[in-house]
């Protein structure tokens, strides 16, 4: 914020917590009930149609409906809609890319059979199936997987579904074979996590919005979601075991960790920065034992590596290239020095004041896409 006098000159205060905290809930969209026609028309009519469209040799076991939308992270004007359709196949029929290839295949059939459902983008050359659409004005992300407790219906199946993904892939015959089913079950565990973002306060949830809009305010390339709910986790994590007895959860203190976190200028690929969120609780940090992510043998040249929550013998940051992390670096470290001289408004960190009416606009825009879909509500059977 600024004070203004009559001789123009304006003396910078320091950024606020109360308008940030306004700022994302203005920029926060929430789930209502418009969007709920179109939701139900592509479930009602994949459900259907999908079996069909592979010669009557699929089952849809499962489905559930994910994405910010459902997580209270969504930005106004800029989510998709995630819907994953669980499938009765073995999890290994997902390591061959070729049948990989005929299930998208099969999805797109579907989807293009639907009068209005009109196909954004099919992601050629990609074997995973997994396509974005839209319908009524409302854009969705579509993936498979397969069903892994074998259409039980169980307590906490998002938990038994997980166990059982990993079980598969402690089995795998080697480590590189571990990884290539660890991607391939990416949209069939992703329940899990959202779970564990839904279960968190509002506050942290308006953080992570606040996080994506300066994201999207600074351009940063393949900076997608599921990072930046990762990154998020990690700063909670972090403030509650340095304030067990008092914690300063804001909106403001979160938002800040995440920039500390982010700001390389002391790691390096040698020695990077490394996040795990092991306190989720999502697996058993004993099973993974040789398995986590090796900075040492990537190659990448990654100076920050951020485990992930499912499948922790994978580096969720793994396909990020080295200049995109060293935009989100520079980016986060010119931020944390505005906010800590003072020297910055509203409009200066986030192009926009408390009210959220978009006074800058952005260089480029960001999609939401996590990798992969987040699932939160069961379909109707």
Same mark, same amino acid.
């Given at each position: 914020s600024s004070l203004c006098f009559s001789s123009h000159v304006c003396l910078k205060m320091p950024i606020a917590n109360e308008d940030v905290n306004a700022l994302a809930e203005n920029l926060r969209a929430p789930i209502t009930e418009r969007h709920k026609p179109a939701i139900d028309a592509i479930v009602s009519h994949v459900w259907k149609e999908l079996p069909k469209a592979h010669d009557g040799q699929l089952r849809i076991v499962h489905g559930v409906k994910g994405g910010s939308l459902f997580k209270g992270t969504a930005m106004r004007g800029k989510f998709d809609v995630d819907l994953i359709f669980l499938l009765d196949l073995p999890a290994r029929k997902l390591d061959d890319e070729g049948f990989q290839s005929q299930l998208k295949g099969s999805l797109v059939k579907c989807l293009e059979n639907h009068g209005e459902i009109v196909m954004v983008d099919a992601r050629a050359g990609v074997p995973f199936p997994s396509v974005s659409c839209s319908l009524f004005g409302i854009g969705f992300d579509i993936a498979l997987g397969v069903d892994l407790v074998k259409g039980r219906v169980v307590k906490d199946r998002w938990k038994n579904q997980l166990r059982a993904a990993q079980q598969q892939i402690l089995k795998c015959p080697g480590y590189y074979k571990a990884i290539i089913l660890s991607r391939a079950l990416s949209a069939s565990v992703s329940e899990a996590c959202v779970v564990a973002v839904q279960q968190e306060s509002d506050v942290v949830k308006l953080a992570i919005v606040l996080l994506k809009h300066w994201r999207?305010?600074?351009?940063?390339?393949?900076?997608?979601?599921?990072?930046?709910?990762?990154?998020?986790?990690?700063?909670?994590?972090?403030?509650?075991?340095?304030?067990?007895?008092?914690?300063?959860?804001?909106?403001?203190?979160?938002?800040? =960790?995440?920039?500390?976190?982010?700001?390389?200028?002391?790691?390096?690929? =040698?020695?990077?920065?490394?996040?795990?969120?092991?306190?989720?609780?999502?697996?058993?940090?004993?099973? &993974?034992?040789? &398995?986590?992510?090796?900075?040492?043998?990537?190659?990448?040249?990654?100076?920050?590596?951020?485990?992930?929550?499912?499948?922790?013998?994978?580096?969720?940051?793994?396909?990020?290239?080295?200049?995109?992390?060293?935009?989100?670096?520079?980016?986060? =470290?010119?931020?944390?020095?505005?906010? %800590?001289?003072?020297?910055?408004?509203?409009?200066?960190?986030?192009? +926009? %004041?408390?009210?959220?009416?978009?006074?800058?606009? !952005?260089? %480029?825009? +960001?999609?939401?896409?996590? !990798?992969?879909?987040?699932?939160?509500?069961?379909?109707?059977?």
């Open positions: 999207d305010f600074n351009s940063l390339k393949m900076f997608k979601s599921f990072y930046a709910e990762g990154l998020a986790l990690c700063a909670v994590d972090e403030l509650r075991r340095k304030s067990i007895e008092n914690p300063q959860m804001t909106v403001l203190s979160i938002f800040t =960790r995440v920039l500390q976190l982010l700001d390389l200028s002391e790691a390096t690929a =040698r020695a990077p920065r490394y996040l795990t969120l092991e306190f989720l609780g999502l697996y058993d940090p004993a099973d &993974w034992e040789g &398995w986590y992510p090796d900075p040492e043998q990537s190659g990448h040249g990654h100076r920050i590596i951020l485990v992930n929550p499912m499948t922790p013998i994978l580096d969720a940051l793994h396909s990020v290239s080295v200049q995109a992390l060293r935009g989100w670096s520079e980016a986060a =470290r010119d931020t944390l020095g505005r906010l %800590g001289d003072g020297s910055a408004s509203m409009e200066d960190l986030f192009g +926009v %004041g408390p009210s959220g009416g978009m006074s800058l606009e !952005p260089a %480029g825009e +960001v999609f939401e896409r996590a !990798p992969g879909a987040w699932a939160a509500d069961k379909f109707r059977q």
